[in-house]
């Protein structure tokens, strides 16, 4: 908007809802729910300066209770997923990748973190590419095949820590 004022263009702002809203109510998805999710938190999978890797901020934004919205991240997924991981975000966390979000050519896939690189990948969603990474993408109604993955997961871990 700047940009165009200082060229001396009228901009006249329409409100509306971020497409993370619209995403998530397309998908019974709640950004925060009691008991499951306590805060909601909008990162930019993009740097000003580009990069492969300007998620710096992936280590500060690991909270189990905090539901990630990751605008424009498809191109730095590869390195996103991982890096979540590697600073404490359960492999088995729910996620939802939706490519043009509320329009007829809308795609989605829900996966876990760990296997959400390959799915994307299978599924070849292109930009623009909005993640929903959090456990209230587990309450979504889409949720349901993808629900027996994750439960069995869950299952696992729970096992090998009583084992402990």
């Known amino acids: 908007m700047d940009f165009l004022q200082q060229q001396g ?5 329409v409100p509306g809802i971020t497409s993370a809203s619209g995403i998530a109510a397309e998908f019974g998805i709640p950004l925060t ?3 499951v999710a306590t805060s909601v938190r909008f990162l930019t999978g ?5 990069g492969t890797d300007p998620l710096f901020v992936a280590e500060n934004a690991t909270d189990p209770d905090t539901t990630l919205v990751v605008y424009m991240g498809l191109s730095t997924l ?4 991982p890096k979540l991981m590697k600073h404490g975000l359960p492999p088995n966390t729910p996620v939802v990748a939706v490519e043009r979000g509320t329009t007829p050519q809308q795609r989605m896939v829900f996966a876990t973190l760990q296997d959400l690189v390959d799915e994307v990948h299978s599924e070849d969603l292109v930009s623009p590419t909005l993640l929903i990474i959090g456990k209230v993408v587990a309450l979504s109604p889409f949720w349901v095949e993808s629900s027996k993955q994750y439960a069995l997961a869950n299952e696992n871990s729970h096992k090998t820590e009583a084992k402990r």
């Not at 263009?9 to 702002?13: D, F, G, S, T």
């Not at 590869?78 to 997923?81: I, T, V």
């Open 78 to 81: 590869p390195s996103l997923a």
């Open 33 to 35: 729910h009691r008991g």
């Open 9 to 13: 263009i009228r901009v006249e702002v």
């Open 46 to 50: 993009h740097s000003r300066n580009g």
